[in-house]
């Protein structure tokens, strides 16, 4: 079983609509969860850390985490195709190793 | 504020040259650094990681090694290329244990 696990898409939305990403994690020491945004050729950006169980909103990005259950999600409302892009969880193991769930892919159509 | 710089952008060696890779951070001190590979289409793979000078803990690789010569510098160095070592490298830096981590530009190494 790996470590950090998503749907690698693609999940493809019309603009202005919900997106909603998932991500299941393994080690259920975990504390530390993150939501990065990678657009195609350019490195990961940090969109949203969470360290809660609940719901934490920043814009139109909104993080969901449930330890009981090992599932962090992420929610974007109002889409716009500018969102279309790669986003990966990323999860602190017990032995303080950020790991990387593989992605899952959005596509936001116009 | 802190910033971190990765060099070079883009990198082709023929196989069975050597490599090293640079990343220093700056506006901050005692980071822990990571790098991380990612190869096309997949996710990011983290290869090694240090909480302090000369201390590296390893994740994977057998080609490649990382060194941490000063508190804010990086290095990941092999001595000779595969075609396998093709990929997206990723440096990053956080701040303690459990916090956000930052990622550099990556540098796109192609094995020839």
């Known amino acids: 079983q790996k470590e950090v696990e998503q749907n690698s898409g693609p999940l493809s939305v019309p603009e202005g609509a919900i997106a909603s990403l998932n991500c299941t994690y393994s080690?259920?020491?975990?504390?530390?969860f993150f939501w990065y945004r990678q657009y195609s050729g350019k490195s990961p950006e940090l969109i949203m850390s969470i360290y809660s169980n609940g719901d934490k909103e920043d814009g139109r990005f909104t993080a969901q985490l449930n330890k009981a259950s090992q599932y962090v999600s992420l929610l974007i409302r109002d889409s716009q195709p500018s969102d279309s892009a790669t986003y990966l969880c990323?999860?602190?193991?017990?032995?303080?190793?950020?790991?990387f769930g593989g992605g899952t892919r959005l596509m936001v159509k116009p | 504020s802190q910033t971190i710089h990765q060099w070079p952008a883009t990198l082709v060696q023929p196989v069975g040259s050597p490599l090293s890779l640079e990343c220093t951070v700056e506006g901050t001190s005692n980071p822990n650094l990571y790098w991380y590979r990612q190869a096309a289409g997949r996710g990011l793979q983290l290869l090694f990681y240090s909480v302090g000078i000369g201390q590296i803990s390893s994740e994977v690789p057998q080609n490649l090694s990382a060194s941490r010569p000063q508190d804010r510098q990086f290095i990941l160095s092999s001595k000779k290329l595969l075609l396998s070592d093709s990929g997206f490298y990723l440096c990053?830096?956080?701040?303690?244990?459990?916090?956000?981590?930052?990622f550099g530009q990556g540098t796109r190494l192609t094995v020839v």
């Open positions: 990053a830096w956080s701040a303690s244990r459990g916090t956000e981590a930052f």
């Open positions: 990323a999860v602190y193991n017990a032995g303080n190793m950020l790991t």
């Open positions: 080690d259920r020491v975990s504390q530390s």
